[in-house]
């Protein structure tokens, strides 16, 4: 495995204290993300643990670059802080793991045996915020399932129009209607999608697939 932070004495402890496992073999290590990244192409360890903040490559792009580049390879991201975005960061780029930084020894070496097993393995903080994220993002996809459901077929037609930057007058001439009813459908459109404005009603409808 390949342990990499810029902390020497932490970075060179873990380590150490790493290798006296029978099972686990630390071959490298690296003081910096972009060491991180060279090293894991390089050597192609079954485990990568990586410190989230480092000042030359943050350790959530170092992640990105090193499964992009290896999808086999599992990264464990390993940080001080345990802040809402960093946790999504790190698992959004495609980290298997995460583990605050005072977690006992025993628990780190139980998520690396999990991710060559090829299982996540998160702190409990960890795992509250990528919970919440999925609830939040189910909670916004039946949000936008119900704001379209909501839309009358004339509406559907003005919200493509409203896709391809159209102006009330311009969507009133186009469906033969007036400019008082064009007002009044966008009007509707967005009460329906709860979105503030029809530059945000645009943005919805190209995301998509209505212009």
Request: with cysteine.
């Amino acid at each position: 495995m390949l342990v990499v932070d810029d902390h020497d004495l932490f970075r060179t402890g873990l380590a150490s204290l790493l290798a006296l496992e029978p099972d686990i073999e630390v071959i490298a290590q690296a003081s910096g993300g972009r060491a991180g990244v060279r090293l894991a192409a390089e050597l192609h360890p079954d485990v990568v643990l990586m410190d989230l903040r480092m000042p030359d490559l943050g350790g959530a792009a170092a992640a990105r670059t090193i499964v992009e580049r290896d999808p086999s390879m599992r990264v464990i991201a390993l940080t001080v802080l345990s802040e809402d975005d960093d946790v999504a960061g790190a698992v959004q780029a495609g980290a298997c793991g995460y583990l605050a930084k005072d977690a006992p020894i025993d628990e780190i070496i139980t998520a690396i045996r999990a991710a060559v097993q090829g299982a996540a393995w998160l702190s409990p903080r960890a795992a509250e915020v990528v919970l919440g994220r999925i609830r939040q993002a189910e909670h916004e996809q039946a949000a936008d399932e119900d704001g379209v459901a909501q839309l009358s077929p004339r509406e559907l037609d003005v919200l493509r129009l409203i896709a391809r930057g159209m102006e009330n007058a311009e969507i009133a001439e186009t469906l033969n209607i007036s400019p008082r009813t064009a007002k009044n459908h966008v009007s509707s459109i967005l009460a329906k999608l709860g979105v503030p404005s029809r530059i945000q009603a645009a943005i919805y409808a190209v995301r998509r697939g209505f212009d």
